[in-house]
Structures are given as structure tokens and as C-alpha cells.
């Protein structure tokens, strides 16, 4: 059943991890290494099964893949789930035992941070492996950075549906007020956006509501409130069946990971006439912001961030090819990041050693 799944996508690499005194239990899923070693974060999550957690690895890892090349990384893809609850489970032994097996891969596999684990958490792992970014002192926290790329899609979601990318009264329905979700507000209540969150975290809200003078409703409303944008910033596959009739949106742009719960939900916003801007492509500000410290020996957050607001323009071009072909968003993103990993497949065939 695991190599059908492997197969399907033709995934490289799969490595289950467990050390009992730790009580360390891990998979780290490889998808593809043809631009360079793979690199996606370690996510920590209280999984309902453990075929639960090998799926979503494998999901993520490729969307790594895509997320790597259509931002012009010389990165693969790869990610990581360790099965636990981060408010209780964590360790300095676990994630030192973690960083061991990331260690023994030799460089296939570059870690970061994701949901459920933080700079402090990397900084155990890298007591074992240099195979890890995200580190205090160098690009820290993703967080601010995949904000900073959300915001700059957004306006170019506004460019593409309104022919503005003016946010002064747009109304933007945040789900998920955590780091990446408090660090987008902001950005939006700068801009003059009018706000409307929900998070399973009161705390979360009573923030948002104090600093941004945003409105809060109960988790299960935020699908259906009237606003401009829709902007999913928690866990994936929220776009589905139940939630699509829902939608009270123009456009749908934010920064959670694999929000089409299938492709053929992509199909149907399109069909709606929803915008909906790829979450690899307008989520990629958080591994550009990493990556830094994968191909520079001294990171530079001016930089970084020069990069991220690139976003804006591929986000630009992933409309042009969904225009030009009549095809959904997300299949113009992947046959935009499909056509690098392709070139540069092509490229490597030539041989430089006999």
C-alpha cells in the first residue's frame, strides 16, 4: 500500500524514525531531488493514525517539491511529521534523536521549522545534524516572511480580480490567527483592510480583535461570512465539498498548505468564479526567507525579502497561464514549476565526469 502511494507520484524516499527512551516516532518522506537535496520543514502534530501521518507527509513533501521549483530554488522537495502533541510532548532528547536520523541521510534532506514545532526545537536538532535552517541569529522564524509573501499575492489577486491592488476597505476573512495568520493582519490593517478571524485558540482572537479592531467569529462561520478575500491560515484540505457552497468570496489567498482538499476542487472554484491563488506559490515566502542560509554564508533579511516580494509577480504569471489555457490556477501553477524541474532534468543528463 505505501510504495502504490509512493508510486502514484513518484516519491524517492521514505524513512520511518523511532527511538523509545525519547519517545521519538517519525517519517521523513523524500518526493523529488532533481533541482537539489529536498528541503521542507518538521511538522508535530497529535495524528489519529499513523497512516495519517505517512499520508501527509508524502502530501506535503510534494508539495515542497512544487512550492521549491516555482520559486526558483535550486531545492527539492521533502518534509517531515513527528507524531505528537507539541504543548506536552516535547523534549530536548526527541528532537536530538530526530536530528540524528536527519543526519543519516547524508544531506538528502534539509529541515526547517512547521505547525507545531519552533526556532528552539531546530536549535536541538542541530546539536546533531548541520542539515537544518531556520536557526536563531540566521533567518529564525519563517513565519514573518511567508506573511510578507501572502500580503504581496494578495495584492496581486487585487491586481488580477479588481484591477487594483488597493486593500484600503477590502474585507478579509483570516482563518487562523497564529504566526503566520497575526504576522498577515498586521499587514492587511496597515494597508486598510477591514478584518474578519477565527482560530480554535481564544487567545489568538482576543488578540487580533485588540490590535486590529477585527471582528471574530466562531470557527464553523468563516466560510460563509461576506468578505472580498478569503485567507485559510491553519491546516489544509478546507476547501471541499462542504465548505466550497459556502463560500461567500471573491477570491481565496492564504498561507495554509495543500488547501484543495482534491484537484478537482480547484476545478470547481474556477467554475464559481473564485480566484484562487495556489498556496505553494503564495506561501513560498517562508522557504525563500530559509533557503538564504542554505546558499549564502552570511543571511541577509533585506535580501530575502527582495526575493519574497517577487511573489507578487509569480503569482501574476501563474493567472496569465490559467488565462492563456482556460485551465484552473492550480494546474497553471504545476505546469509552471513542472516546466523547470523539467529544463533542468533535461540539463542534468549532460555529464561532466567519465
Not at 477591514?194 to 479592531?213: G, M, Q, R, S, Y
Amino acid at each position: 500500500m505505501v510504495f502504490e502511494k509512493m508510486e502514484r507520484h513518484d516519491y524517492e524516499q521514505l524513512v520511518f524514525c523511532q527511538e523509545k527512551t525519547s519517545g521519538l516516532k517519525a517519517i521523513i518522506a523524500i518526493h523529488d531531488t532533481t533541482l537539489g537535496p529536498a528541503l521542507g520543514g518538521t511538522r508535530m502534530w497529535t495524528y489519529k493514525s499513523e497512516e495519517d501521518a505517512v499520508v501527509d507527509a508524502l502530501r506535503l513533501a510534494r508539495g515542497m517539491t512544487y512550492k521549491n521549483a516555482a520559486m526558483g530554488l535550486n531545492l527539492g522537495g521533502g518534509k517531515a511529521v513527528i507524531i505528537g502533541n507539541p504543548k506536552t510532548d516535547k523534549s530536548e532528547e526527541l528532537f536530538r534523536a530526530y536530528g540524528k536520523f536527519v543526519d543519516s541521510l547524508g544531506g538528502r534532506y534539509i529541515t526547517a521549522e512547521d505547525v507545531g514545532t519552533c526556532v528552539e526545537d531546530m536549535e536541538y536538532i542541530h546539536y546533531e545534524t548541520q542539515n537544518v535552517v531556520g536557526l536563531p541569529g540566521k533567518s529564525g522564524d519563517p513565519s514573518p516572511a511567508t506573511a510578507y509573501g501572502v500580503f504581496c499575492g494578495i495584492k496581486a489577486c487585487c491586481q488580477k480580480a479588481y484591477g487594483s491592488e488597493n486593500l484600503s476597505d477590502k474585507i478579509v476573512a483570516i482563518q487562523g490567527i497564529g504566526h503566520v495568520g497575526y504576522c498577515l493582519a498586521k499587514h492587511l490593517h496597515k494597508a486598510g483592510a477591514k478584518l474578519i478571524v477565527t482560530d480554535i485558540f481564544a487567545e489568538n482572537i482576543k488578540k487580533a480583535v485588540n490590535d486590529f479592531n477585527a471582528e471574530a467569529v466562531k470557527p464553523e462561520e468563516i466560510y460563509s461570512v461576506k468578505c472580498d478575500i478569503f485567507a485559510p491560515c491553519a491546516l489544509g484540505a478546507i476547501i471541499n465539498d462542504e465548505t466550497i457552497p459556502k463560500l461567500n468570496c471573491d477570491i481565496i489567498a492564504g498561507s495554509a498548505n495543500n488547501q484543495l482538499k482534491e484537484p478537482k476542487h480547484g476545478d470547481v472554484l474556477k467554475e464559481k468564479g473564485i480566484l484562487y491563488a495556489p498556496d505553494y506559490v503564495i506561501n513560498g515566502g517562508g522557504v525563500i526567507n530559509v533557503a538564504e542560509e542554505v546558499f549564502y554564508e552570511t543571511y541577509s533579511r533585506e535580501r530575502a525579502m527582495r526575493k519574497i516580494s517577487k511573489i507578487y509577480y509569480k503569482l501574476l504569471r501563474v493567472f496569465e497561464i490559467s488565462e492563456q489555457k482556460n485551465i484552473p490556477t492550480h494546474i497553471a501553477a504545476n505546469k509552471m514549476a513542472e516546466e523547470r524541474i523539467n529544463k533542468i532534468r533535461k540539463i542534468c543528463k549532460i555529464r561532466t565526469k567519465f
